[in-house]
């Protein structure tokens, strides 16, 4: 069955320190991929998106994430977090077309100035 | 340009009451999904609609719930003999060409 993991719900940084949120996916055929996230009273915003191409994919607000298809990986990173970031972060697949996205579970992450 | 925008914004009903909730995808895109967002379950694809295609309904619960999309724009999911399980924020997305899902702002539902 289609899935994607989180492996963090929770993280808790300082401001400036860095960021590595994991994703795993598990899919048959052509995937691709996206980070949404959903700050505290809004909706949620797509991140960054993998289709094909550059596995390395840059996002808003200096968000990057890296398509490691050997690991079933997309683990979204940002070198240096701001108190701003504090948010919920979502991975989520689908094969290609109009298909329906299946989300992760979420990383509530909290930047403390 | 207009996002997509969802109606109400809030909604309380007692259990066993009906609810419709109301989606406007963005102009112009023909994909419009519904999924919900709760504290148990996360976020759950329910039915998608694609020009005119038949609906995927393989996400929604129960036969309570049903969605239709009228003119290949606005859409209405409705929730019959609302339970307390069916407390939680129901989004709505829409998409061009099967690139990104842009999401409103959601309905959130809570039965008493």
């Known amino acids: 069955a289609q899935s994607v993991s989180q492996h963090n719900h929770h993280v808790i940084l300082s401001e400036a320190a860095s960021l590595e949120l994991g994703c795993n996916y598990s899919y048959g055929g052509t995937v691709n991929l996206f980070w949404y996230v959903q700050y505290p009273g809004q909706h949620l915003q797509l991140l960054l998106k993998?289709?094909?191409?550059?596995?390395l994919v840059k996002g808003i607000k200096g968000f990057e994430a890296e398509f490691i298809k050997s690991k079933f990986s997309f683990n979204l990173r940002k070198p240096s977090v701001q108190w701003s970031d504090t948010a919920e972060y979502f991975c989520?697949?689908?094969?290609?077309?109009?298909?329906?996205?299946?989300f992760g579970t979420g990383t509530r992450l909290l930047v403390s100035p | 340009g207009a996002g997509v925008s969802q109606s109400p914004s809030n909604k309380v009903t007692e259990k066993g009451k009906d609810v419709e909730l109301r989606c406007d995808p963005i102009s112009g895109h023909t994909a419009l999904y519904w999924y919900r967002q709760s504290l148990g379950q996360g976020l759950e694809f329910l039915i998608y609609?694609?020009?005119?295609?038949?609906?995927?309904k393989s996400g929604l619960p129960s036969d309570r719930f049903s969605a239709e999309r009228t003119g290949g724009s606005v859409s209405t999911l409705t929730i019959q003999r609302t339970q307390q399980e069916d407390s939680a924020v129901y989004l709505c997305?829409?998409?061009?060409?099967?690139?990104?899902?842009?999401f409103g702002p959601g309905t959130r539902l809570t039965v008493t």
């Open positions: 609609f694609q020009g005119n295609s038949a609906p995927d």
């Open positions: 993998y289709f094909s191409g550059d596995p």
């Open positions: 989520a697949a689908t094969n290609t077309g109009f298909q329906k996205l299946v």
């Open positions: 997305a829409s998409s061009n060409q099967g690139y990104e899902q842009y």
